[in-house]
T-cell receptor
Framework: GAGVSQSPRYKVTKRGQDVALRCDPI?????LYWYRQALGQGPEFLTY????????KSGLPNDRFSAERPEGSISTLTIQRTEQRDSAMYRC???????????FGPGTRLTVL | AQSVAQPEDQVNVAEGNPLTVKCTYS??????LFWYVQYPNRGLQFLLK??????LVKGSYGFEAEFNKSQTSFHLKKPSALVSDSALYFC???????????FGKGNQVVVIP
């Protein structure tokens, strides 16, 4: 079956612009997670949802970052007024309610010029 | 706070030799432990997990890992490495009942023909 998909795969933007990153989880997966991965580092937790409810947003670095999952399926991570330090790979994952393992998408490579 | 350490940057091993990738963790209470593998331009792929039960867990592609509570370790092993095992390996941990994964920085494994 189809895995987790993310779009766009690559995004180049200028400092100060807003960007929206999309994640389409595995069909039927209740939980959806966002991580950020800097070059040479492991993924770092940002936030996660069960259904449409945001359960934990403690990993979001500041109030320029927000996420939503209005219908409990597709999620959007939005970064407002981007800065160069926001450049990273943004990874989305999903899992079933009774599962522990998270299945990851290919990621979106964000570059802020 | 949860944390994971992967002390080596790169692991070089000859094809056919045993492969070990080291991981130690720090979480509150009982841990959930995972190994993921990342191939170039691909997402993270789940290899195996420890939740409870036997300390030796077996996963995909002939990999296994041993949970050692006293040493807070979860080293990944494969008895006979293949060239196709060359990839970036990540260890991850979460506290029991917590979905927020903490990742190590990753280990590049190079299997030499």
């Amino acid at each position: 079956g189809a895995g987790v998909s993310q779009s766009p795969r690559y995004k180049v933007t200028k400092r100060g612009q807003d960007v929206a990153l999309r994640c389409d989880p595995i069909s039927g997966h209740v939980s959806l997670y966002w991580y950020r991965q800097a070059l040479g580092q492991g993924p770092e937790f940002l936030t996660y949802f069960n259904y449409e409810a945001q359960q934990d947003k403690s990993g979001l670095p500041n109030d320029r970052f927000s996420a939503e999952r209005p219908e409990g399926s597709i999620s959007t991570l939005t970064i407002q007024r981007t800065e160069q330090r926001d450049s990273a790979m943004y990874r989305c994952a999903s899992s079933g309610l009774a599962d522990n393992e998270q299945f990851f998408g290919p990621g979106t490579r964000l570059t802020v010029l | 706070a949860q944390s994971v350490a992967q002390p080596e940057d790169q692991v070089n091993v000859a094809e056919g030799n045993p492969l070990t990738v080291k991981c130690t963790y720090s979480v509150s209470g009982n841990p959930y432990l995972f190994w993921y593998v990342q191939y170039p331009n691909r997402g993270l792929q789940f290899l195996l997990k420890y939740i409870t039960g036997d300390n030796l867990v077996k996963g995909s592609y002939g990999f296994e890992a041993e949970f050692n509570k006293s040493q807070t370790s979860f080293h990944l092993k494969k008895p006979s490495a293949l060239v196709s095992d060359s990839a970036l390996y990540f260890c991850a941990a979460a506290s029991y009942g917590n979905n927020r994964l903490a990742f190590g920085k990753g280990n590049q494994v190079v299997v030499i023909p």
